[in-house]
T-cell receptor, first 112, second 113 residues
Framework: NAGVTQTPKFQVLKTGQSMTLQCAQD?????MYWYRQDPGMGLRLIYY???????DKGEVPNGYNVSRLNKREFSLRLESAAPSQTSVYFC???????????FGPGTRLLVL | QKEVEQDPGPLSVPEGAIVSLNCTYS??????FMWYRQYSRKGPELLMY????GNKEDGRFTAQVDKSSKYISLFIRDSQPSDSATYLCAMFNSGGSNYKLTFGKGTLLTVNP
């Protein structure tokens, strides 16, 4: 039981490049989330998926898109990376949207 | 006023000390309260989860919620160097935008041997 896994662990991009961050959970959770964590800003919700087939914007969605591929997988896409998107990205999941969230190990992204 | 306020520290204590970590909040609708621990370069992991006012104990950790004062605390007894981490409080309500887990910014704790 791996919990929440994220790939890649670390990525360097140039401004304007695109990439997709992958997240998968094996806990049969219905809800999944993407956060970014920046120094002094705490954890901020980018997008979430309350259940398979639904996605909604969080606090800081601009510049990102998401896909809930199936119940296990939730990906985050940066279409045209900007230096302001340099951050640590965490995926999380929960049984339902009202339950405790469990986090993955994070992806460190550096945009030059 | 921010919804959740947490003193960022850093907090440095000797091994064996009692540690008190605190958060205040402004939204009286919050009903569920959590503490996460985050080691350096790792994801947050759930430490304690409480509902409504009162205390909850788990080993060396005690979570306390005072809804009348909108104040939550995490106490660590007999602190160990392995407790060195950032501690994040988090909370949400059961109705309305139930996806929204609101986090404090975290307190960095160092326990010195």
């Amino acid at each position: 039981n791996a919990g929440v896994t994220q790939t890649p662990k670390f990525q360097v991009l140039k401004t304007g490049q695109s990439m997709t961050l992958q997240c998968a959970q094996d806990m049969n959770h219905n809800s999944m989330y993407w956060y970014r964590q920046d120094p002094g800003m705490g954890l901020r919700l980018i997008y979430y998926s309350a259940s398979e087939g639904t996605t909604d914007k969080g606090e800081v969605p601009n510049g990102y898109n998401v896909s809930r591929l199936n119940k296990r997988e939730f990906s985050l896409r940066l279409e045209s990376a900007a230096p302001s998107q340099t951050s640590v990205y965490f995926c999380a999941s929960s049984t339902t949207a009202k339950e405790t969230q469990y986090f993955g190990p994070g992806t460190r992204l550096l945009v030059l | 006023q921010k919804e959740v306020e947490q003193d960022p520290g850093p907090l440095s204590v000797p091994e064996g000390a009692i540690v008190s970590l605190n958060c205040t909040y402004s939204n009286s609708a919050f009903q569920y309260f959590m503490w996460y621990r985050q080691y350096s370069r790792k994801g947050p992991e759930l430490l304690m989860y409480t509902y409504s006012s009162g205390n909850k104990e788990d080993g060396r950790f005690t979570a306390q919620v005072d809804k009348s004062s909108k104040y939550i605390s995490l106490f660590i007894r007999d602190s160990q160097p392995s407790d060195s981490a950032t501690y994040l409080c988090a909370m949400f309500n059961s109705g309305g935008s139930n996806y929204k887990l609101t986090f404090g910014k975290g307190t960095l704790l160092t326990v010195n041997p």
